[in-house]
């Protein structure tokens, strides 16, 4: 696995458990325009709206979720924190209408994961440049650690 050094910049958001929720945590990328590749923006937008979703659908208890948004000279990196106890990533079901955002999140992200305990934080990269162009294959790692935030 690459090592990636910690990011330095960061903005933290708090939202309610709630489908607006959303949106909201969409329009916290808005600051990023200009700021990082418009492609790879809409990629963080589409997973970000994938693990907020997540974090409202899935019981835990607690009304709120955090959002917090790091960049720094080479990649934006995301998490989602809900006050859910964790859950162990499982492939999606063919037929299956639902359970297929992580897959999304691990087609987009260049580096993902699961941080379990009180809370749950699942949080993801996306590099500036594509991964196509660094030679990198995704990668998620569930249960471990994540490079400092």
């Known amino acids: 696995m690459i090592e990636i050094p910690p990011v330095s910049a960061h903005k933290t958001f708090s939202f309610r458990r709630e489908p607006n929720a959303v949106r909201e945590a969409r329009g916290a990328l808005d600051d990023l325009n200009g700021d990082f ?62 359970g297929w955002g992580l897959f999304i999140v691990d087609s987009l992200a260049d580096h993902w994961g699961v941080e379990a305990g009180d809370r749950t934080v699942v949080w993801f990269e996306i590099m500036r440049a594509p991964r196509d162009q660094l030679g990198q294959e995704t990668t998620w790692t569930a249960g471990t650690s994540a490079p400092s935030s």
Request: aromatic share 4%; proline share 10%.
């Open 37 to 98: 590749p418009k492609a790879r923006l809409y990629d963080a937008s589409l997973c970000v709206s994938e693990l907020v979703s997540n974090a409202i659908q899935h019981p835990g208890t607690g009304e709120k979720l955090e959002l917090v948004v790091a960049l720094d000279d080479d990649r934006l990196r995301v998490e989602v924190t809900d006050p859910g106890k964790g859950f162990e990533p499982g492939p999606p079901r063919e037929g299956n209408q639902r």
